[in-house]
């Protein structure tokens, strides 16, 4: 026995092993702060949360309906497509694909050498216009000097006739030689009358009609012909109607046939863009011709440029296609139609604005704009 026995030393007796104390006993002091902290954050999560899941939904709640946006839109520029006014060959090329032109300058040039002898054939026509003009004037002058003659010999045939009138009543003439000078009386009033008609025909051909007053028509026609074929040699010359960037210049080539009316090239115009935006049926409730608009694009995401509702189209999409819906067959389905949205740009783009790239729109429809 241990307790009778003194001898029996303690280290002899067998090991108890304890167990270690907890290590928040160890920390001591510093189990409590962290206990506390974890005791606060408990009810501000519980209350912060739902605060925000509020403050989000009251944020909807209130924005809903006040904006309505698409994605179906893109940049719409004005396009003019250059023709000839005149035909014939490409004599000169003075622009280059993509190249930004401004107006008046020169595009291509057809060749004007049959266009010049039109010109100097008009000029002749004039100079022939202006000859049969004089020469008629020499005529109606000439019937003058024919009517004169006509009268005298009137009043000399009138006189023989007198004369053998009172001849023939005192038997001292035959009667045939009184009917030979009533004869050349009525042959010199026939003179007369056909005298006074060539004055009167030379006279209608030297007048001026009452849509060229004071020219004589002849000179007029060939002065028409000669404006013609002038302006005609002008047009051999194709300038730029608009400032712009030349495009679709395949057809430009020296040597090429140029027909009349057939556009030559394209001329995307400078500072005429807009958005053609296609908006989903049921967002036009609100929508009214200007209200402010926000414009953002796929090709330049760090642009953002402020614009406005310029006007609502006529007709949707469908409406206006090469081949419209026919919802009267048995397999109609509907379909949430899109109607164009014409979107003007107020704010001047720091990029250069692309014809078809495109662009998302978002309309505040909080303003009602125009009615």
Request: charged letters at 25%.
């Amino acid at each position: 026995m241990a307790e009778a026995d003194p001898k029996i030393r303690a280290e002899d007796s067998p090991a108890i092993d304890y167990p270690a104390e907890p290590e928040e006993f160890a920390a001591g002091a510093a189990v409590a702060p962290d206990r506390k902290k974890r005791r606060w954050k408990r009810p501000l999560l519980m209350i912060s949360l739902p605060l925000i899941v509020a403050a989000i939904a009251g944020y909807v709640w209130l924005t809903s309906g006040r904006f309505v946006s698409t994605d179906n839109a893109y940049v719409s520029q004005d396009k003019v497509a250059v023709s000839s006014d005149v035909a014939g060959r490409i004599v000169k090329v003075d622009v280059d694909e993509n190249q930004h032109v401004n107006k008046g300058d020169l595009l291509f040039q057809i060749d004007p050498d049959p266009y010049r002898i039109a010109l100097n054939q008009a000029n002749a026509q004039i100079a022939d216009a202006q000859v049969q003009v004089a020469t008629l004037r020499s005529n109606y002058a000439g019937t003058s000097a024919d009517i004169e003659a006509a009268r005298d010999r009137i009043q000399q045939a009138q006189e023989d006739y007198d004369r053998q009138a009172a001849l023939m009543k005192r038997g001292f003439t035959t009667r045939a030689r009184l009917q030979e000078a009533q004869h050349a009386v009525e042959q010199a009033k026939a003179q007369l009358q056909s005298a006074q008609a060539s004055a009167a025909e030379a006279k209608a051909k030297l007048s001026s009609g009452s849509a060229v007053p004071g020219e004589n028509p002849a000179i007029a026609a060939a002065k028409v012909a000669r404006d013609k074929a002038q302006l005609d040699l002008s047009r051999t010359k194709v300038y730029a109607p608009v400032a712009g960037t030349v495009t679709q210049t395949d057809r430009l080539v020296v040597g090429q046939q140029m027909m009349t009316g057939l556009p030559a090239v394209t001329i995307v115009a400078d500072n005429r863009s807009w958005i053609e935006a296609n908006f989903k049926e049921t967002d036009l409730q609100k929508m009214r011709p200007g209200q402010p608009a926000e414009i953002t694009f796929d090709a330049y995401p760090d642009v953002k440029l402020k614009g406005h509702v310029a006007s609502i189209g006529a007709g949707t999409g469908s409406e206006f296609s090469v081949i419209p819906a026919q919802n009267a067959t048995g397999n109609w389905v509907k379909v949430t139609q899109r109607v164009p949205v014409r979107i003007a740009i107020d704010d001047k783009s720091p990029r250069q604005l692309i014809a078809g790239i495109s662009a998302s729109v978002t309309v505040d429809v909080r303003d009602h704009g125009q009615r």
